[in-house]
Nanobody, 125 residues
Framework: VQLQASGGGLVQAGGSLRLSCTAS????????VGWFRQAPGKEREFVAA???????YYGDSVKGRFTISRDNDAKTVTLQMSSLKPEDTAVYYC????????????????????RGQGTQVTVSS
């Protein structure tokens, strides 16, 4: 299984970025997808998740600013980020979890089966 993330970069506060993560080596429609982030010196933080169906979940710090979506045909999960703040600066990771297994906890990184390599997002003030 491979997860290839892209779309990170440098943006000014208030700007937008769109992250994408393309999966291979799995039956994508069976998987829940999620995004986590980690800033230097900080713990990994839940950002957003999307079940195989339509249920979405967001971390409190990004609710109303970020939107997660998926394209099952393209095996891609996207994170649209708007109204970015300097505190959004982090490495963002996409993750997937087999939705056919029980015990899924959407906001716990260890609940996921695979993680991509991460993409850096830097928001300048």
């Amino acid at each position: 299984v491979q997860l290839q993330a892209s779309g990170g970069g440098l943006v000014q506060a208030g700007g937008s970025l769109r992250l994408s993560c393309t999966a291979s080596g799995l039956t994508f429609t069976n998987y829940n997808v999620g995004w986590f982030r980690q800033a230097p010196g900080k713990e990994r933080e839940f950002v957003a998740a999307l079940r195989r169906g339509v249920s979405t979940y967001y971390g409190d710090s990004v609710k109303g600013r970020f939107t997660i979506s998926r394209d099952n045909d393209a095996k891609t999960v996207t994170l649209q980020m708007s109204s970015l703040k300097p505190e959004d600066t982090a490495v963002y990771y996409c993750t997937v979890r087999n939705g056919l297994r029980v015990g899924y906890v959407y906001n716990v990184a260890e609940s996921y089966d695979y993680r991509g390599q991460g993409t850096q997002v830097t928001v300048s003030s």
